[in-house]
């Protein structure tokens, strides 16, 4: 949403091509999925969209349409206004030239963090590319709002817990923002609460220690880690280890990152506790 793209009809006129041409063979599912998934680099992509076209015209259309897009002012300025209350990121299904256009428009200064389907394996709106974005960012889905202009990729956030909005136009994704409270003329909105420590509860020490030794290099604190008798056990090798996280790297409570940690958790045969 915060870039938008001219008509192909000038460059396909302008080469010769029947008007369609440029979209029919970029985008059979055969060809670009591959790139979308990160499986095979851009350039590749774009080589097999020469080939598919054909005629002594095809390589300086595909390079014509190469273009990174305009700017989209009045998103933009949304985005802007949203960070100053939260962190914003931008989940989009892309292939590996994503960042260069992003750092030639000056969008990748506009967003704290960008994920693409090319870096993590996984296309909007299969529900794991929510929850892989999710894990990158270290962020909870029911804290998370997610907004996007189509609407099966909106319900595709829905279903893993995060606020999903559809908002085909810019207009309504102002609406949404405004709602929520991210707006600079939003009302007053309280966000739902959650507990500030989060304790991660391992069965053995080795795997404790390391977790905290790893979190504590990203950024968590204290990341401490305390050792704790199973209640009823007078066995002292009958104890759980505990890494206590009460803040996250970006300096929010550790309870906003809550699913995360849930994962991480359970990836060690553990859980996680609000209270020990």
């Known amino acids: 949403m915060l870039r938008s793209f001219g008509p192909d009809d000038p460059i396909e006129d302008a080469h010769g091509l029947p008007r369609g ?143 999903g909005v559809h908002t085909p136009t810019t207009a309504a994704l102002r609406e949404a923002l405004l709602e929520r409270g991210l707006l600079d003329d939003s009302p007053s909105f309280e966000p739902p609460s959650v507990a500030d420590e989060v304790l991660l509860v391992l069965p053995e020490r080795e795997d404790a220690e390391r977790l905290a030794k790893t979190l504590a290099g990203q950024g968590w604190t204290p990341a401490s880690v305390h050792k704790e008798l199973l209640a009823g056990e007078d066995d002292a090798e009958a104890a759980d280890w505990v890494v206590e996280l009460l803040t996250a790297p970006d300096g929010r409570p550790a309870g906003t990152r809550r699913e995360w940690l849930d994962a991480l958790a359970e990836e060690h045969d553990g859980f996680t506790s609000d209270n020990g």
Request: overall charge positive; glycine content about 6%; some cysteine.
């Open 21 to 163: 041409a440029l979209a029919r063979a970029a985008f059979t599912p055969d060809l670009v999925t591959p790139a979308l998934l990160g499986q095979v680099p851009d350039e590749v992509w774009r080589a097999g969209v020469v080939d598919r076209l054909g005629g002594p015209d095809a390589a300086a259309a595909v390079a014509a349409w190469t273009r990174p897009g305009e700017v989209v002012a009045e998103a933009l300025e949304l985005v802007r206004q949203a960070r100053r209350r939260c962190r914003v990121a931008l989940l989009t299904n892309a292939t590996s030239r994503l960042p260069a256009d992003l750092r030639l428009l000056g969008l990748d200064r506009e967003v704290d963090a960008v994920v693409t389907s090319a870096r993590i394996g996984a296309m909007k709106p299969a529900p794991e590319a929510y929850r892989r974005a999710l894990r990158v960012l270290q962020h909870s889905a029911a804290l998370t709002v997610f907004c996007d202009d189509k609407a099966e990729n909106a319900e595709g956030a829905r279903r893993i817990g995060v606020d």
